[in-house]
């Protein structure tokens, strides 16, 4: 580690080291996440004033329409507040998603031609280790509940393993997903026995970290990873042989973990059976339902930065009003009485409930019971003030679509650069089409774990590839 550190000017240290300590926080707590981008951002402005005298990198500076596009998602949440109601609420949101432009400037303006591949990689297993800690440390405790306090084994699952403080088991999933990437990277990539050995059983960890987390777009995800993976090692690095073998290994390991682990992948066969039953749904669909109505009449400007949870609310709301209608006040009330507050489908003994129920009021129980798990899901977005689950509609609900082309930037300009510069990079590829995946099922950018992660990652993978590593550029 000492040997990362040399031939670098002081502020560069420092700044590496912010970079290392933020990589490490970024798993464990998005306010330690949040004070290690702070630290980085006060580190790379000392060292634009004080080292490089506000002198640039020429490198850099080629690619400032990239990073001015990247900056510009949270100029447009800033021009959302001049249409929007709810300023509390959307200065909240501005303040929340700084990251869009403190990440793209520090990346600009702080000459990062020191972040050699090996830095880069440093920062990378320190990532690593932060996702190996966070998962011993939880592990740990849920070992000792089931073992001195009496827990079951469903402890070891899901939100039950998050227990010191909750962490939304998606965004582990995408945290261990990235882990995994790295340590495959480095297993083929570097040449010592102890560290494959190291990244091999450190992948094997994340591996069942992310089976663990039974978040459906987690695990879904993890299998898009592990074909990458193998395209990778089979048609890029053209180790045919290892990768018939490696590739076998991953069919294996997916199996296996089937057969482990099955309250894991559970989650994904009953949401098929739900969605393909008459009487259930999937509450993310419900939710779509509720909130569509919204998307067509905003999706030119959105309904603005502050009000996009109020408005979400008023969908739901008018949503609700119409199974009402269909349903009969009296029978919204019996309802409400059995189901609570539950989200999860409702049992056959409830819906029999209800069905009797019906016929005693007079109603046609096929069609209460019909609308039964919308209105319970519907209802439950209601009471917990559920977003859009998904980052592109959550992104036109609240600026509408220039707001969405420019999150779409994020995925494209890499695109477009891989295919002008004949570079492909499989780690930032992976990367990018792991948050787009999730962002089809999470609103990833509405949290700081989400947020945060992102920005930094994809501004350093960036500039690994298109910046440092690419001569046709740095000429």
Known sequence: M???????????????????????????????????????????????????KFHWN?????????????????????????????????????????????????????????LSKDRIKAIGKVFVAGCLLFFFMNMGYALYDVLFNGATNERFFDQGLMKLYYVQHSYVAMYAGLGMMFCFVEIFENNSRKVKIFNIIAYVLLFVLSILMRSRAGLLCLAILLVLQWIWLFFIMKKKKTGLIIGGLLVAAMAGSIVLFPQSYKRISSTVKEISSEYSSDHRLVQFKGYRKLLKEHWLFGVGTGDRTDMTQQSYYDYKDGIVEIIGEDMAVVIDQVIDNQWYEPSSSMRDYIYRKAELMGKDPEVVTGQLVEYQFIRYAIDREINAHNMFFETIISIGIIGLLLLLAYFVIPLVLWIKTKRFDMLYFSFLIMIAFNMMFESVFEVQMGIIFFCFFNMLFFTK???????????
């Open 58 to 114: 020429k490198a850099q500076m080629k690619y400032k329409w990239v990073y001015i596009i990247y900056a510009s998602t949270w100029l447009m949440y800033l021009i959302g507040m001049l249409y929007t109601d709810n300023h509390g609420f959307g200065w909240i949101q501005v303040s929340k998603k700084l990251g869009f432009l403190i990440f793209p400037a520090i990346f600009l303006f702080s000459d990062m031609s020191y």
């Open 465 to 475: 590839v298109f910046v440092n590593d690419n001569p046709k550029i740095t000429e």
């Open 2 to 52: 000492q040997a990362l550190f040399k031939d670098i000017k002081p502020f560069e240290k420092l700044e590496f080291a912010a970079m290392l300590a933020l990589a490490l926080a970024i798993p464990f707590h998005w306010f330690a996440a949040q004070v290690g981008e702070a630290l980085l951002l006060v580190c790379a402005f000392l060292k634009v004033v004080f080292e490089q």
